[in-house]
């Protein structure tokens, strides 16, 4: 996962790990899969620090940023196949086509992901 810090000369950022597709904010305060994220369209989820002090997904519900993470749009692999349900004898234009196209998502893979850590008030 590639890590950006706002500003790059900060001192105090959230602590958090990255174990397998789990990302782990302040040692168990915020934890989740970040795969179960992925769409079809990128994904931001913005992490912020509500008036308790805890951690919340969205910037609705919190009252100042500490990170973000960033999901890019799901890839595919695309391959052209026989269409099984091909019908040479049927009306013109009734049969389908010859050929489909089907397409298999990319396994996810972390390294294409983006985590934005804000720096911190002390």
């Not at 008036?51 to 100042?64: E, F, H, I, K, N």
Request: aromatic content about 10%.
């Amino acid at each position: 996962m590639k890590v950006v810090h706002l500003p790059e000369d900060g001192k105090n950022f959230i602590p958090y790990d990255i174990a397998g597709k789990n990302i782990d904010f302040n040692d168990g305060d915020l934890m989740f899969n970040v795969s179960k994220k992925e769409r079809d369209y990128e994904v931001i989820i913005d992490i912020c620090e509500d008036y308790t002090g805890g951690l919340v997904m969205g910037a609705d519900s919190g009252d100042r940023y500490v990170a973000q993470v960033v999901i890019p749009a799901r890839e595919y692999t695309e391959t052209e196949i026989d269409n099984p349900d091909y019908n040479p004898d049927a009306e013109s234009g009734m049969g389908g086509s010859e050929k489909i196209t089907q397409r298999e998502p990319v396994p996810f893979s972390m390294d294409r992901c983006e985590l934005r850590l804000w720096e911190m008030e002390v």
